[in-house]
C-alpha cells in the first residue's frame, strides 16, 4: 500500500473513531453517574436504527431529519429502562453488582428477543436517503458523505454535551449526584430524578449514534453486539465514567483497528485495539482519562 | 391405592410406549439445527420455510415428480407424517453441538439436517456419528466435512472444491474467448467457511496460473471493512472472490461504493450474495455479479417441480428459492426418502439406505444430474451452477449447456 492508501486508511479510521466515541459516550456517562455499566446499550443503539428506519419507512422521513425524533424516543427508552428496570435492581443489598449486571443483562436478551420477533431477523437498510451515494474526494481520499454527516454530528454532539455539562443546572445537578449522592440529597436534588434524566441523556445519546449510523450501516436486531463491544473497551480506555475521555478513546480505537487491518492479517484487526487497551490497563488501569 | 412411585413407572412406560409408537403409526421426528437467533437469524428463519415446503410435498399427497410427493405421508411407515423439531445454534459450534446431543437423546429424533455454518456442522455431525444418527447435510459446503471418515455424515449438494473447480473452469473459458485475465483477489472470512474456500481457490489459482493479487482474512461482522476494501483496491484484482456471509456482503459493496473501487468482476462464493437482504441493500451495485448455485430461479424452466416447489416458497417465504433454501428443501426429501424406504427410524437403517440412494435429477427441483452418495457420503452428481446477477434477477451463463445466455464480461468494464 502507498501513502495515499495509508492516508484514507487514518482518514476512515478518524471517521468511524468519532462514530465509536458517540457509542460509547451514553455509556460512559451512565456510568460516571451510578457505577452501572448498561448491558443494554448495544440495544439501545439497535432501537434507535430501527426507529431511524421506520421513520423512514413509514414517515418518509430521511434520518438526518429524523434524528431529534430517534434522540427523544431513546430519551424516553432510557428513562424508561432506569424507573422500570434498574432502579428495582438497585434496591438488592445483597449482591448489588451481580443484580444490575444480570438486570440490564436481561434487558438486552429481551430487547433483542423482542426486536427479532417484530422487526424479523432480516437485514434492512435505508435506501434513498439524502447522504446515499455521495462521496467527497479529498485528494484521492474518499470521504463518504454519511460517515463525514456521522462525524460531524459526533463532534457537535460532544460540544453540545459539554456545554450541558458545564452551563445548565441539570449538568451541575448531574455532576454534583456523580460526586456524593448523599450531599445532594441534603441540598434538595432528588437523585432518582436526575438517574432518570441521565438515563434518559444516555439513551437519548446512543440514539443520535444509532440515526447517523442508520444512514449508512445495516440493521439488523443483533447489530448492536458488534459496536456494544467496542463501546465498552471504548470506555475502559478512556476512563469508566469520563465523558470526552470517550470521545478521545473512540477516535484511538478507530484509528488503531484501521491501521492493525492495514498492516497485519485484517482478522487480527481486534488485535491492535486490545493490545492497546492491556497497555493502558497496566500503566494507567483508570483508564486515560479516567479520575477513579 | 397408588403410591408416588407407582405412578412415576407407569408414567415412564407410558413415555417409552409412546416413543415407539410414534414412528410406526405417528409420526418421524427430524431434528434441524439452525440459527434461529443471531446475526444469520434470517437463514434459519428461511430454512423453516424451506422445511415446510418439503413437508407439504412429504406429508401431503402432491402431484409432481418428486420422491414422496405421490402419497400423503411415508407409505414405508404406514402413512406416519414427519415432524421437525428445530434447534437453534446461534452460528456456534459448541451449542450446535450441545442442541444435537438435546435433539438425540431428548426429542429421540430419526436424523438431523443442518447447518448452514460450515463451523456448525462440523461439530453437529462428529455428534451424530457418536450415537449413531444420519446426519444430512443440506448447505454447509467445506470440503473437509466429507473427508473425515463419518458413516453417518450424508450431503447432498456441492461442496466448494466442486463449486470453485467450476469457477477457474468459467475464467478459463473466458481466457480461452480472449478476454484479459490475470490475477483473482480473494477475500474470505475468518471461520472454516472462509479458510476452506480460500484454501481451494488458492491452490486452483496457482495450478491454472492465476495471479494471487491480494489474500484477505478478515473478521466477520466488523464494524468496518474500510481498511480490508483498500487493500483490495490497492492491489485490484481481475477477479474478486468473495467468501463472505451476508452482513458482511452487504457492508463490502457499501464500502467498495463509498472508496470509489469497482471492481473489474465479482465471483462470489454464494452465502451472503444470494441472500434477497444483501441484493436489496446493494443490489444496484452488484449488477453483472457472478456467483456459484445450486439453484436458480430459470432453471425452473427446464423442471416444472422446481417451478412449482418455488411457488409454493415463495407464498410462505415473499422471496424466491435460492442456493440455501433449494439445498435445505432437497435435503429434506432425499432424507425422508431414505427413511421412506428403510421402513424405519432406526439410525442405522435409515444411514444404509441414504447410502443406497440413487434419484434421477430430473426427480429433483435441482440441476444436478442425480442424488447418489460416494463411500464418503458426497453427492458427486451435484454439478453447481454458476449463476448472473442481471437486470435485478439471476441467470444461469455457466456451464454452457443449461446457460440462459452469454455472461456480461467484465462486470466492470
Not at chain 1, 453488582?97 to 433483542?112: D, K, P, R, S, W
Not at chain 1, 454527516?149 to 455532576?175: H, N, P
Not at chain 2, 402432491?62 to 414427519?82: C, D, I, M, Q, R
Not at chain 2, 415463495?314 to 432424507?335: C, E, H, M, P, Y
Amino acid at each position: 500500500m502507498n501513502a495515499a492508501a495509508w492516508l484514507q486508511v487514518l482518514a476512515s479510521g478518524l471517521l468511524m473513531g468519532l462514530v465509536y466515541g458517540l457509542v460509547a459516550v451514553g455509556l460512559s456517562l451512565i456510568f460516571g453517574l451510578m457505577d452501572v455499566v448498561n448491558f443494554a446499550h448495544g440495544e439501545f443503539l439497535m432501537l434507535a436504527m430501527y426507529a431511524a428506519f421506520g421513520l423512514f419507512s413509514f414517515a418518509h422521513l430521511d434520518p438526518v431529519i429524523a434524528l431529534p425524533l430517534v434522540a427523544a424516543a431513546m430519551f424516553g427508552v432510557g428513562a424508561f429502562a432506569y424507573a422500570g428496570v434498574v432502579r428495582h435492581a438497585l434496591r438488592f443489598k445483597a449482591n448489588t453488582g451481580m443484580v444490575q449486571i444480570f438486570a440490564t443483562f436481561g434487558l438486552a436478551t429481551l430487547i433483542q428477543g423482542a426486536a427479532q420477533y417484530l422487526f424479523s431477523p432480516d437485514y434492512r437498510s435505508i435506501k434513498g436517503g439524502w447522504l446515499e451515494g455521495h462521496t467527497l474526494n479529498v485528494g484521492g481520499v474518499f470521504l463518504p458523505s454519511a460517515q463525514v454527516y456521522a462525524a460531524l454530528v459526533s463532534v457537535l454532539a460532544f460540544g453540545g454535551l459539554y456545554l450541558l455539562m458545564t452551563r445548565t443546572d441539570f449538568g451541575r445537578a448531574l455532576e454534583a449526584t456523580r460526586e456524593d449522592k448523599g450531599a445532594v440529597a441534603l441540598v434538595g436534588i432528588d437523585s432518582n430524578r436526575v438517574f432518570t434524566l441521565g438515563w434518559g441523556l444516555g439513551a437519548a445519546l446512543v440514539g443520535v449514534a444509532g440515526a447517523v449510523l442508520a444512514t449508512f450501516y445495516y440493521i439488523h436486531p443483533q447489530v448492536g453486539a458488534s459496536f456494544a463491544l467496542i463501546a465498552y473497551v471504548t470506555v475502559a480506555l478512556g476512563g469508566f465514567g469520563s465523558v470526552f475521555g470517550a470521545l478521545a478513546a473512540g477516535v484511538i480505537v478507530g484509528i488503531v483497528e484501521a491501521g492493525t487491518a492495514a498492516l497485519l492479517p485484517p482478522a487480527l484487526k481486534a488485535l491492535g485495539v486490545y493490545l492497546l487497551y492491556l497497555a493502558v490497563l497496566f500503566l494507567r488501569p483508570q483508564g486515560l482519562f479516567g479520575k477513579l | 391405592m397408588i403410591n408416588r412411585r407407582d405412578t412415576l413407572i407407569g408414567l415412564a412406560g407410558l413415555a417409552g410406549a409412546l416413543t415407539a409408537a410414534r414412528a410406526q403409526g405417528g409420526e418421524v421426528v427430524i431434528g434441524a439445527i439452525y440459527p434461529m437467533t443471531g446475526p444469520t437469524a434470517q437463514v434459519g428463519t428461511d430454512a423453516k420455510h424451506a422445511f415446510d415446503t418439503a413437508l407439504e410435498v412429504i406429508n401431503t399427497a402432491v402431484s409432481l415428480e418428486l420422491p414422496t410427493a405421490k402419497n400423503a405421508g411415508l407409505a414405508g411407515l404406514g402413512g406416519a407424517k414427519v415432524r421437525i423439531v428445530y434447534a437453534d445454534h446461534q452460528a456456534d459450534p459448541q451449542k450446535g453441538r450441545a442442541e444435537a446431543e438435546r435433539l438425540i437423546t431428548q426429542e429421540k429424533v430419526a436424523a438431523i439436517v443442518g447447518c448452514f455454518h460450515s463451523s456448525v456442522s462440523t461439530t453437529v455431525s462428529a455428534t451424530c456419528e457418536r450415537y449413531g444418527v444420519p446426519f444430512v447435510c443440506a448447505d454447509s459446503s467445506s470440503p473437509s466435512l466429507h473427508r473425515r471418515n463419518l458413516k453417518f455424515f450424508f450431503r447432498t449438494a456441492a461442496h466448494d472444491e466442486m463449486f470453485s473447480e467450476a469457477m477457474f473452469n468459467f475464467l478459463d473459458a473466458q481466457k480461452a474467448k480472449g478476454q484479459k485475465i490475470a490475477s483473482v483477489g480473494l477475500f474470505y472470512e475468518d471461520t472454516i467457511f472462509g479458510s476452506d474456500s480460500s484454501n481451494v481457490q488458492r491452490k486452483l489459482a496457482q495450478e491454472r496460473g492465476y495471479k494471487v493479487a491480494c489474500d484477505i482474512k478478515y473478521r466477520n461482522s466488523s464494524p468496518s471493512l474500510t481498511a480490508e476494501v483498500q487493500q483490495i483496491k490497492s492491489a485490484s484484482p481481475d477477479v474478486l472472490m468473495p467468501s463472505s456471509y451476508t452482513t458482511d456482503a452487504i457492508l463490502l459493496v457499501k464500502t467498495m461504493a463509498e472508496l470509489g473501487y469497482k471492481p473489474k468482476s465479482i465471483i462470489a462464493q454464494a452465502a451472503g450474495f444470494v441472500e434477497k437482504p444483501t441484493l436489496d441493500a446493494v443490489g444496484d451495485r452488484l449488477g453483472g455479479m457472478i456467483t456459484r448455485a445450486s439453484f436458480s430461479v430459470d432453471l425452473g424452466e427446464k423442471r416444472a417441480s422446481a417451478h412449482a416447489i418455488n411457488e409454493k416458497f415463495k407464498a410462505r417465504a415473499g422471496r424466491d428459492l435460492n442456493d440455501q433454501t433449494s439445498r435445505q428443501f432437497t435435503a429434506l426429501i432425499v432424507l425422508a426418502d431414505a427413511i421412506d424406504r428403510a421402513r424405519s427410524t432406526d439410525g442405522q437403517k435409515v444411514r444404509d439406505a441414504l447410502a443406497a440412494t440413487d434419484i434421477p435429477g430430473d426427480k429433483t427441483i435441482m440441476p444436478w444430474s442425480r442424488v447418489k452418495f460416494g463411500a464418503d457420503g458426497q453427492n458427486t452428481f451435484a454439478s453447481p451452477v454458476l449463476i448472473q446477477y442481471v437486470g435485478n434477477r439471476f441467470v444461469t451463463v455457466y456451464p454452457f449447456e443449461v446457460a440462459a445466455g452469454a455472461a456480461q464480461w467484465p462486470m466492470n468494464g
